[in-house]
């Protein structure tokens, strides 16, 4: 087939749909070790709240209206108004129910933003997605429709205790040049880890505004919801910030909602945008989502539940690296926020992407470093020595998969040795 420009740009494989196809076969071979996707764990007891949920919507009709109607462009009117209202009382934001849309799914939504705010423009100009903070999201690299639409700065590495360490925003290096359309960043940080401090969101905030274009923050795994962070962060929102959420952590990765929360002008375009690609979000999660917020459990489940799941079975997993692999050979990012570890091999060997095919020959699965630092444009070689992990599966799975990331980790120091 001759496909068009659009045809080859998106029809080719690329990072983020080979991770996917990596973790819809991990999910079902048997025996795989699952430790490279991004799906989120099964907590028991938020199973078994959706099931219930979803029983009491049957037998009461609601599920029936969802499935059997369509919603508008914007998404499910009723949940649009009652988040707005959870967000303005709980958080005290000027917000309605206008300054809210839904998409299907975060990654669509980052579609629809980078290229409504970067790329070719009428002025004949070319603008550009800065991440202020590399590395950052797999999933954006390739959601350009033009080429080279991303730049991204360097971190500062800070060194901590107990073989951890920690990436900053260098604000030394960092410039927002003319061609910049906007600012992007993630908070926690897929894959990192990493939740940049109030400090840095405020200065960067200060520096969209200087120059006049939104500040736009990925918060699929943050504050207020869903609440997978282990640091203090303050959640942050004004009429030049965009905020993106999701229900996919929470639980409900299936139902593909993405929520964002920007200025009017902004909401209006992404519903056009909306009616063209789509019709209309799906309706299953804003549903399941509307019940949560008029039972007032969205929050509470978030800081209740599964922060603190997560934060117990990370904790779990760190014990489990340390007891086979040393710091010297591995570091680990700070575990801040989301339902990742970044590992750090100084001086591997090998590149993180051989690591990677060696560990899948065994059945284990995880994700090379270099996928995650869209528009560092050198061969930096740290990011050839950077590998995601998962921590979401049960302790006894992460410990035979960190057993044999130890193994091949020694058989590739020792070819060097000897």
Known sequence: MIFSKFGNKFAKNSGISLLMKDLNEGIRTPGAIMLGGGNPA????????????????SANGKLTDTLCNYDGPQGKDAM???????????????????????????????????????????DGITRKVLFPLAPEYVGYADSGLD???????????????????KYHVDFNTLEVTDDIGVICVSRPTNPTGNVITDEEVEHLDQLAKEHNIPLLIDNAYG?????????EATPFWN???????????????????????????????????????????????????????????????SKNVIGPFYKQRVEDTIRIIRRYISEDRCLIHKPEGAIFLWLWFKDLPITSLELYQRLKKRGVLMVPGHYFFPGIEENWPHAHECMRMNYVPEPEQIEKGIVILAEELELAYQAVEY
Request: aromatic letters at 8%; proline letters at 5%.
């Open 223 to 231: 504050v207020p919801f869903p609440g997978i962070i282990f640091s």
């Open 239 to 301: 009429e030049n910030v965009i905020l993106c959420m999701s229900l996919s952590k929470l639980g409900l990765p299936g139902t593909r909602c993405g929520i964002i929360i920007a200025n009017e002008e902004i909401i209006e375009a992404v519903s056009n945008i909306n009616g063209i690609i789509s019709l209309a979000p799906g309706g299953i999660g804003p549903a399941l989502a509307l019940e949560m917020l008029e039972r007032d459990d969205l929050l509470a489940l």
């Open 80 to 122: 649009l108004k009652a988040l707005a209202a959870t967000l303005k009382a709980k958080l005290g934001w000027n917000i309605s129910a206008k300054n809210i849309a839904l998409s299907n799914g975060s990654q669509s939504a980052f579609f629809y933003l980078f290229n409504l705010l970067a790329g070719r423009f009428e």
């Open 147 to 165: 080429e080279d639409l991303f730049i991204a700065n360097k971190p500062q590495i800070e060194y901590l205790p107990n073989g951890q360490f």
């Open 42 to 57: 099964h907590i028991p007891e938020m199973d078994n709240y959706f099931q219930t949920l979803l029983a009491e919507m």
